[in-house]
């Protein structure tokens, strides 16, 4: 399921996964990117949400 949020909201994602701190700092610079790419890097931080819940998830089953 966080998965499926990461496409539509990867800060949100990333502070479900366990990490507060990179969530809040990729909000920052993911809202003006957003603003003035018009959308354009929003690929960029799915694939960093998708890696660090992935990360979450693999050091859970440890």
């Known amino acids: 399921m966080n998965y499926v949020l990461a496409l539509l909201l990867p800060p949100l994602s990333i502070m479900l996964a366990g990490r507060p701190f990179v969530?809040?700092?990729?909000?920052?610079?993911?809202?003006?990117?957003i603003i003035f790419s018009g959308g354009l890097t929003h690929p960029m931080f799915i694939l960093l949400a998708w890696l660090l819940i992935h990360q979450s998830s693999v050091a859970r089953d440890r």
């Not at 969530?23 to 990117?33: E, N, S």
């Open 23 to 33: 969530g809040i700092i990729v909000f920052l610079i993911w809202v003006p990117a």
